[in-house]
């Protein structure tokens, strides 16, 4: 074996040659093309070498002394979900759900429209219970023999002002006062007015004050009305000379009984003259 003095500075070519020891401890002259065949064909037994991750969908593969990695395209990938107005989006770890949104501020039904048409053309979303389906029946279904009317809202109004206005369901109670009481037996509203009314009378005027007069209590809350007293003596009148006004009231009473005593004293005076002259005209003793 030749005895190396000094190194070539410039690079190994494929014609120059090596010396190396086989396994037995011999010497061989090997060509530098020859061993970079080896190496090659030895680094190129990987060629079925692969490790996948399906589920992020990457995969890693060796071909051809390269090491490739194959990934989803970030062009197709979903980044992120947000839902707005009607639609609700809930996150849970890598997954998103997404549903419509039934209750709270904005959900689907305030983002429908105004439904303008015919009543008769309008249908309803139901769920039967016992297959937890979905179906729509149209309003004709419904269990009512009259689903028609054009009262919207009910008010009551009295002449002070309006009461609350009832639109879907509400109750009108209707209270007695001053003599009336309302009472509810089963489905009938009763309405009774007890014949006396309430209040504060302010004041009573005589229309003629030479006929009637009137009085009030001090609380208000009774009234008199009586004739106008007549000056007439109490008492039994056998021969009396009455006058009555246009009222029809006994305005005075004259006693006539001195009349008729006199009446009598002279009828009792003719009398006794009538008898004296028919004693005188009987007498014979002339």
């Known amino acids: 074996m030749a005895r190396i003095t000094n190194f070539p500075s410039s690079a190994a070519q494929p014609a120059d040659f090596v010396i190396g020891s086989s396994p037995t401890g011999g010497s061989k002259k090997m060509s530098v ?53 009607p639609v609700s989006v809930v996150t849970s770890e890598k997954n998103s759900f997404i549903s419509l949104k039934y209750s709270g501020a904005r959900n689907i039904i305030d983002a429908a429209g105004i439904y303008k048409g015919k009543t008769n053309n309008i249908n309803f979303f139901v769920e039967n219970k016992a297959k937890n389906e979905v179906k729509k029946i149209g309003i004709d279904k419904l269990p009512f023999t009259n689903n028609t009317g054009t009262v919207t809202a009910v008010t009551i109004a009295d002449e002070n002002g309006t009461g609350k206005t009832i639109t879907e369901s509400g109750t009108i109670n209707i209270k007695g006062g001053n003599g009336i009481t309302t009472s509810m037996v089963g489905a009938d509203l009763t309405v009774e007015y007890l014949g006396k009314v309430g209040g504060t009378v302010n ?24 004739p106008v007293k007549v000056p007439v003596r109490t008492g039994r009148y056998d021969f009396a000379q009455v006058t009555v006004d246009n009222y029809g009231r006994v305005i005075k009473i004259e006693d006539q009984k001195h009349i008729i005593d006199a009446l009598v004293e002279r009828i009792e005076a003719l009398e006794s003259q009538i008898q004296l002259q028919d004693e005188s005209s009987t007498d014979t003793s002339n």
Do not use: C, H, M
Not at 54 to 75: K, M
Not at 204 to 223: A, M
């Open 33 to 85: 093309g020859s061993i970079a065949s080896l190496v090659r064909d030895s680094i190129n037994t990987l060629n079925n070498f692969s490790v996948s991750n399906s589920d992020n969908g990457y995969t890693l593969a060796w071909s051809n002394n390269t090491l490739s990695i194959n990934g989803p395209s970030i062009e197709d990938a979903i980044l992120s979900v947000k839902g707005a107005g």
């Open 203 to 226: 004041s009573v005027i005589s229309l003629d004050e030479n006929v009637l007069l009137t009085s009030i209590s001090q609380d208000g809350s009774e009234v008199s009305i009586r």
